[in-house]
């Protein structure tokens, strides 16, 4: 369970631990959170992976970690702070603690298309029964159907797994 970040270093062993060893994060302090951005290397700037770089946004009371849209991180920042304020809702997506428990295993492939059944499970809501979809991926286009939520997350991985290793994985399981 994430516990309140009190400091800048409590922020960065935390993203640290979310996101590897070989990740460096610039953060800056807001009233209720902290919001870091990606330090990356002169050969990722090369290639263009600082434009839409986004923010991600620690919680200092519940250590939850949001991702943010790519604006100054002073701005993500305000939006945040002023979320928590006023009781609105954080725009940012969850990614710490995970949400839900997503598990591919491989039904059918062809030269076409490539099946999976996904098993989710809602780890927010532990007594939710377990969720299971068929999906159906086009290795050319990467469209799947159903489409949503944790199949979307399920489809992403898939694919670049199958990117990283030239073939779709058999089975695996993520948190997201």
């Known amino acids: 369970m994430p516990e309140p970040i009190r400091t800048a270093e409590q ?11 070989n990740q460096e994060f ?7 959170g902290w919001v870091a951005q990606a330090i990356l290397s002169p050969e990722e700037l090369e290639q263009g992976m600082g434009l839409g770089l986004g923010n991600y946004v620690v919680n200092k009371q519940t250590g ?3 991702a943010h849209r790519s604006l100054p991180p002073d701005m993500i920042g305000e ?10 809702t954080v725009q940012g997506s969850q990614v710490y ?5 997503i598990h591919l295993l491989k039904t059918f492939e062809d030269p076409q298309t490539v099946q999976y059944q996904v098993r989710v499970t809602d ?18 286009t990467l469209y799947f159907h ?9 489809t992403a991985w898939a694919e670049m797994l199958s990117r990283t290793t030239g073939s779709w994985p058999t089975e695996e399981t993520i948190e997201r």
Do not use: M, Y
């Not at 610039?26 to 209720?32: A, L, M, P, S, Y």
């Not at 603690?97 to 428990?101: E, G, Q, S, T």
């Open 64 to 66: 939850v970690v949001t």
């Open 79 to 88: 939006e945040f702070d002023q979320a928590i304020e006023t009781g609105q």
């Open 26 to 32: 610039q953060t800056i302090e807001t009233r209720h």
């Open 146 to 154: 159903p489409s949503g939520g944790p199949l979307s997350e399920a």
């Open 11 to 21: 922020a960065n062993q935390l993203l640290t631990r979310i996101f590897g060893q």
């Open 97 to 101: 603690p995970p949400l839900h428990r």
């Open 123 to 140: 780890l927010g809501q532990p007594n939710n029964p377990e969720t299971t979809e068929l999906i159906t991926i086009n290795k050319e």
